[in-house]
C-alpha cells in the first residue's frame, strides 16, 4: 500500500539507525521501519538517501513509501508500521512554508500532557510558550543538547512525568549543527543556536522512547521552525557521522 507522508522528523539512534515520522493524508502520525533480515527492525542512515546521494528523507517534505503492516504496540507506539525496504522512497513534493505551518498548527497540541494521559500515542508536536533555553555540553566526551521550556498550556515539558529535567534533543540534524558549531566555537554554541529561532514559528515534536530503565522517556526528536532553520543544508555541510562523539 503507497502512502505519503509529510515528514516531522529524522531523529538519531544507535548503531547506524535514524527513526523517521511523519503525518499522513488523514493526520496521523506514522513511524515507518524496515524489517531488516536478522537485525532490528528500523530505518538505516542510507536509506535516507537515493542512488545518487541525495537526501530523498527530510523534514517538511512528502515522501512516499510503500507501507506492508501496521505494527502498534501497547503503549504509546501505536504509530509503528512496516514498510518494504526494497522499495525506494519517493519524494512526492516540498511543501511551502504557508503550507507547512498550516500543517503543524492543524496537528499541534497545547498541552503535552493531556496528549499523552491515554499513553495511546508516541508523538506529539508542541509550541513552546517563548524561545527554549538551550544548554550544550560534554559528557563522557559526547556532546549533549536540551532545551528547557513551557508549552502553550503552561505546563513545564520534561524528560519524565512529575519531573524538572529538560528534555534532550535527538534531531539528527539539529545534533549535526551542534557538533559542527562546538568544534568551531564550542563557548558560542548556546548563543549561535538561539539566534535561529529569531523571525521564525517554533514547533517542536515531542516523541516518547520506548521503555527504558523502567521509564518512558520524552525528547525533542525534531527541531521545526517556519521558515525551516534548516533550509538547504545536509548532513553533508555539517561533516556529521551519525554519533554525538567529539
Known sequence: MKKTIFITSVTRMDEGYVCVSGLDEQGDFVRPEIRYHNERPGIKIEYLYDTRGREVIRPLTKVEFDFTEH???QLYHTEDWLIDGKKTPRLISTPTDSECLHILEKYSDSSLE?????RDRSLVIVRPHGVPKIMVKLWEDRIRCRFSF???FGDYVSNLPNSRRPVGVTDAYWLALCKYLWRKEDQTVEHRL??????KRLFLLIG???EWQGEYWRQVSAVLTIPYWLDKYTFADFKYDFTDNI
Open 71 to 73: 505494527i502498534p504496540k
Open 114 to 118: 493531556k496528549a499523552l494521559a491515554n
Open 150 to 152: 513551557h508549552d502553550v
Open 194 to 199: 538561539n539566534k535561529i529561532f529569531e523571525g
Open 208 to 210: 516518547v522512547t520506548r
